[in-house]
DNA sequence: ACTTAAATCAATAAAAAACTTGTCCTGTAT
DNA sequence: ATACAGGACAAGTTTTTTATTGATTTAAGT
């Protein structure tokens, strides 16, 4: 009986999720008859970079990380993916594989929608479109922001830019920083694990941070605006 | 430059693993332009319990586990996969999700091929179809091994099936136990951790085995067999 | 050639996982 | 009711992973 209160429970969360609101009883159906839900545990990898992505996967719940594998050591992350949010979006109308990796940072509750129900409500729901336009929109400006920094700014730069769009998921995560390493962090402004413990032991000296931890509290958060745009 | 080569050796590989030696040239040109090639990392998952299988993943090189996740804590191990073995072959014909999830225990070169890709070979060339019907029956056959030990054996029959499990695997890889902590042996005997601790050790004050730091030599073979016997 | 940014290397230190061991509790089969 | 298999818990130990720090290259920019 457990398992049927579960089902039903995924039921009513998937017609909750305010993404999925905008779509027509039958469009919504479509969604529902090919989906599944799949409970990915802390350290699973939800996409893995050159694998076939038949399907897109949508956040119900917890926190994953995103990012680009390179030759061996020398990940590059690239974003924290966040309830509500889809991962593999890239793959519905041009790609055939994942052109990046993820992983659970914490449990996370996942729809996996097959990308020909995803296309098809696309064509029929303009609403339903347009917001996924917009997503794409986003990740858009977020990768060319991205390549603008590795182009045009150094550790300092880049790691305030880090610290500036980690704390700013704390609205929605207060302990982001807890799931993440050192590593992570050197990760997401691509610089060595050893430079960005210097650089936030320089940081918390001059006083824009306090490190506590895992956690980093943002003291100055303007100065380190200033820091991200002098690159 | 460099990625010319690779894809040159990919070519060369495909074509070398004995199980596709038996196709015809068209046949292999079907598989290979429907298949991608994928390095897992160590602790990557190749496949997820729960998540659309839209292809079937064949091992090169590289080993790895196949698991079944329960309800929360407790896995159950259901196998070493090793290089030349298929994983995912259920999803061809009739599931439409993997019912198991894997994990690479070393890093592990994989080719992907759509599972129409494979559906279509099997029906145009018996010989093809005769090996994967083979590899689906001996995986039946595993399967109610396991089944049976569950049912019928207890504690020391378990780790000693396990342990002969495993020893048998040293002739491809014998470093095989070095991959596995204790918590995965106990996953594999399905039993727990402290368990198979405690019974390791009486093993070996028994004189069946000798624990050399994550290695286990056996020593007394046909007790063991003994032990798994009575269950 | 000289300066500077930042990676790499090496050596600890600290924190987290994994492993061990003993004791106790629980459920099933006698 | 009793015995026993085997899990659960607690506490301690060991091993592995992360983090930190300083010293030494590397490499690009001026």
Redesign the interface.
Known sequence: MKTILETDRDFICDIQAPCFQMLLPEEAEVVRASK??????K???LT?????A??VLFIIDGFAKQYL?GDGIKNYNLRIIKPGEFVGLSAVFSEN?FNY?SVALTDCHVF?V?KEAIAKVVKQNGMFAFNIIKRYCEQNTNLLNTVRNLMYKQMNGRMADTLLYLDSLKNEKAEIFQLLSRKDLADFAGISTESTVKLLKMFEKDGLIILNEKDIRIIKQSALFEISRRG
């Open positions: 599944t839900q799949v409970l990915f545990r350290d699973d990898n893995k970079q050159g694998a076939f038949s399907y594998e594989t990796s996996l097959e």
